[in-house]
């Protein structure tokens, strides 16, 4: 038998479309499979069915994974990302403007060191694995190395997964800015050795429009202009407090979209974490381009930045994605950015379901990320990037999810008490990269 094959045998889930607001899931929004087989083959789903349908397929010998009592989905999605503030979560006080001063900017200008850089990328790529997180779009900081070392650390675990050197070219310490266009020429030898590469993309980074003059936010509009198969990551519209810098820093545009859209930075590859403070008009003009809103939930809360209006964003027909934005979000797995989610709906009277919440985690990230070829569902020929959850992981849970009296109760469970105590295993490219055993 082929070393590179093998069978898990699970409670499987996956969604082919969204499966809308309501209770009941949209139909043939999901698929579920109450004893499953997912066969990979070389990195990737060769087979999806009943367990007892395909074992007469299955070549004799074949490895057989035994994960029943667990629920395998597509690996979560994390769409907005700093690895370089792993370390300074959970630090107290004030919102925004006053935070990056304190305690972001400094802690950012210690990834000018190469071994620095790989010692967090590292310790980060642990952490995600081991909250169930496959694929994430990541700000590293303003310096080159600290993208080498993060690309180089996600290419050696055959990682799918986008990732930028943040461009700054003032209003922060002088050892965290670039120089206008040396950022640019910096970030065209990063693309040139990383996008592309493995399952790499890159994704330009400007960090938000009080950093970049307009100079550089042109030039790296010129860099999307050129190779429109480059992702782009920047914040928008966060904190009452950064909507009037803005105003006063770019006082000929009409708004804070504005300033992106004169530079050419609003396409369908593009993501506008927060987006909290918006009128329907600019939903309106994000929607036409196809670019998606990152909804933050636990760092709006963290921060006290907003109640993130998911509804209206829907109403526009604007994409969304969910997003843990660690370091100004206060946890890194997608159970807890979910969590986070529905409490910010409840505060709005938009409750969120475990359906709308695992479809966004998965298909909807990666649709959103235009990934979704590669990456957010169980089926033939799509990356095996996939996640092991127990639903009885903690006395408590256990407790919980067998007064379940549906799929729909579990997941909702799931969301609201699970962590990484939920996740036994995460698989990426076929291989298991984090097991609770
Ligand atoms: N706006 C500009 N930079 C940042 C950042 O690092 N985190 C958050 N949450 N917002 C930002
Ligand atoms: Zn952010």
């Given at each position: 038998t082929n070393n590179d094959s093998r069978v898990l045998r699970a409670e499987l889930l996956s969604f082919d479309a969204d499966p809308g607001e309501a209770d009941t899931p949209a139909a043939g929004s999901v698929r579920h499979i109450a004893d499953g087989a997912l066969w990979i083959e070389n990195g990737r789903?060769?087979?999806?069915?009943?367990?007892?349908?395909?074992?007469?397929?299955?070549?004799?010998?074949?490895?057989?994974?035994?994960?029943?009592?667990?629920?395998?989905?597509?690996?979560?999605?994390?769409?907005?990302?700093?690895?370089?503030?792993?370390?300074?979560?959970?630090?107290?006080?004030?919102?925004?403007?006053?935070?990056?001063?304190?305690?972001?900017?400094?802690?950012?200008?210690?990834?000018?060191?190469?071994?620095?850089?790989?010692?967090?990328?590292?310790?980060?790529?642990?952490?995600?694995?081991?909250?169930?997180?496959?694929?994430?779009?990541?700000?590293?900081?303003?310096?080159?190395?600290?993208?080498?070392?993060?690309?180089?650390?996600?290419?050696?675990r055959d990682l799918r997964m986008l990732a930028g050197k943040v461009l700054m070219d003032r209003h922060a310490p002088d050892a965290l800015c670039d120089d206008t266009l040396g950022g640019i020429r910096d970030t065209e030898r990063l693309i040139g050795d990383w996008h592309g590469k493995g399952r790499l993309g890159y994704s330009l980074t400007p960090r938000f429009a009080p950093t970049s003059s307009r100079a550089q936010l042109d030039a790296t509009g010129g860099l999307v202009r050129n190779d429109p198969s480059l992702w782009l990551q920047t914040h928008l519209a966060e904190n009452t407090g950064e909507l009037d810098w803005v105003a006063e820093l770019f006082p000929g545009s009409r708004d804070y979209?504005?300033?992106?859209?004169?530079?050419?930075?609003?396409?369908?590859?593009?993501?506008?974490?927060?987006?909290?403070?918006?009128?329907?008009?600019?939903?309106?003009?994000?929607?036409?381009?196809?670019a998606n809103l990152a909804f933050c939930p636990s760092s709006n809360l963290f921060l006290g930045s907003g109640l993130f209006d998911r509804l209206a964003a829907r109403e526009a027909g604007l994409n969304i994605s969910y997003a843990s934005d660690v370091g100004g979000g206060t946890d890194l797995s997608g159970l807890a950015t979910l969590k986070a989610a529905y409490q910010v709906g409840q505060l709005r009277g938009q409750p969120l379901t475990a359906w709308q919440g695992f479809y966004g985690l998965t298909l909807g990230n990666a649709?959103?990320?235009?990934?979704?070829?590669?990456?957010?569902?169980?089926?033939?020929g799509m990356e095996a990037d996939v996640v092991v959850l127990d639903p009885a992981a903690t006395p408590l849970l256990a407790r919980r999810t067998a007064r379940s009296r549906s799929l729909s109760e579990t997941l909702f469970a799931l969301m609201m008490l699970g962590d990484d105590r939920c996740v036994a295993e995460t698989w990426a490219g076929g291989r298991r990269v984090h097991s609770r055993a």
């Open positions: 789903i060769r087979a999806v069915d009943d367990f007892s349908r395909l074992a007469p397929e299955l070549p004799a010998g074949i490895e057989v994974v035994d994960h029943r009592e667990k629920l395998i989905m597509p690996g979560f999605i994390d769409s907005h990302v700093h690895y370089v503030q792993l370390e300074i979560m959970a630090s107290y006080g004030r919102q925004l403007l006053d935070w990056l001063n304190d305690y972001t900017f400094p802690e950012e200008c210690r990834f000018a060191a190469r071994e620095h850089a790989e010692l967090l990328s590292a310790a980060f790529l642990g952490e995600m694995l081991r909250v169930g997180t496959t694929t994430a779009q990541v700000f590293c900081s303003s310096h080159p190395v600290s993208v080498d070392a993060f690309f180089s650390a996600c290419h050696r979209l504005a300033v992106y859209e004169q530079s050419g930075l609003v396409g369908p590859r593009s993501t506008f974490a927060h987006g909290i403070h918006l009128d329907q008009e600019m939903r309106g003009r994000l929607a036409e381009r196809g649709q959103a990320l235009s990934l979704h070829g590669q990456v957010g569902r169980l089926a033939p």
